[in-house]
């Protein structure tokens, strides 16, 4: 069973920063793309950013120069590093990450982690 696990939300002030971090267990044979997506309520769920295997990353244009994010292969974990926040960036932050759970055939899954709240308020 392959589950994501993410840490590092909270309540930080406008222009201040947060690191999340999602990590990845279970019985896997490769891990593809991870992203963030975020959620504030009453709207649909959005792309923050995402990174492929090889690094490269794509982020939406909200965020674009003020969020990073970046992987540990080795530890199958992925981050984010969030600055110069903004109000309006209050949601609940999922890590995702297309998985391929056997090395036979080429099936690939989305997994999602159970989300961490960034509250960004004064």
């Known amino acids: 069973q392959v589950q994501l696990v993410e840490s590092g939300g909270g309540l930080v002030q406008p222009g201040g920063s947060l690191r999340l971090s999602c990590g990845a267990s279970?019985?896997?044979?490769?891990?593809?793309?991870m992203g963030w997506y975020r959620q504030a309520p009453g709207k649909q769920r959005e792309l923050v950013a995402s990174?492929?295997?090889?690094?490269?990353?794509n982020y939406a244009d909200s965020v674009q120069g003020r969020f990073t994010i970046s992987r540990d292969n080795a530890k199958n974990t992925v981050y984010l590093q969030m600055d110069r926040l903004k109000h309006e960036e209050t949601a609940v932050y999922y890590c995702?990450?297309?998985?391929?759970?056997?090395?036979?055939?080429?099936?690939?899954?989305?997994?999602w982690g159970q989300g961490t709240q960034v509250t960004v308020s004064s």
């Open positions: 279970g019985r896997f044979f490769r891990i593809y793309d």
């Open positions: 990174i492929t295997a090889g690094g490269t990353t």
């Open positions: 995702n990450a297309v998985i391929r759970e056997d090395a036979g055939g080429d099936t690939r899954w989305d997994y």
